[in-house]
């Protein structure tokens, strides 16, 4: 039975299919508008976007929800980094954090997979620190400012290592791990 | 009929009480708390709570959401604007800005009003610039750092003056000639 992986970003799409195929798992896509709600929690919006999508297509769901979380910043943007990207962007975070010293941050990926019987979460965690400028190669979102602890490099310019240690790798990885013991491919 | 006002904060039930007293409107107040949700929009954020406060405690309920939204920043920090006050503050508002010339800004409330029938909206909007520094004075929120059109100190420094032209005090006054018109006081 075919998965069904709703998002409305195809570089999702994208980190998604590197992680699952490796475990000979696929999935279609469908766009997740209309299924999204706002929520101060990772879990609760990729749980609602889940449990939804699976009573209109009545087939397993799997959807994310990522958010950077900067510590120096109480946690901003955390749930609400979409948001913050689409208004005052990389630039807007750069100039939140000034000439600061402290720039820990960390990036959070929940995975919300939603069946008839049950809603199973899958989380990935990476942390990092906030560079002090825009590093513009690949990737999306925050990847110009995030540089994972151990690389010297934002994730934009080390991409492939991302597909590898990103949060949304780690909470992909679980989540292939999670099906093939259920034996779902 | 005691009116409740479901919020969580001290001040706007304050300029609630100052504009609803004055034509003769009384209300009872309630913590907000657990009937709160986050959206895109503040028309359905005050429609949720006032339906839920309605459902809860049987009786006619009124709710009011704000938010700053500043053209430069393409309308940051918008509904999430009590979020953003909690993490980078009045303080990041201005770093996000920088030397930015283009300042303008509005306030927008919305009143939501539910009783058995139906729920009615009210809505109240002030245009303003952002400050150049914070103005700490008298008020809450971003009054430090919103001056409104025709004045040349923020809300913080003309708190009288706040009461009588905000976008609350504007939504308010709606919403208190449409009770005395239907006969509630």
Redesign the interface.
Known sequence: MALLFLTSNKYKILEAKKILNKFGINFISKNSKGFE????SLEKVATYCALEGFKKFKKPVFVEDSGLFINS??????V?SS??L???GCE?IL??L?QKRQRDAKFICIVAFATKDEVKLFKGEVKGKISTKIEKAKGFGYDPIFIPQGYSQPFSKIIQTKFEISHRAIAFKKFAKYLLKKGVS
Chains 1, 2 share one sequence.
């Not at 910043?73 to 955390?78: A, E, I, N, S, V």
Request: charged fraction near 15%; aromatic fraction near 16%.
């Open positions: 709600i706002q929520s101060d910043l109480k946690g901003f943007p955390g609400y948001y913050v689409k208004t005052v807007g100039n939140l000034g």
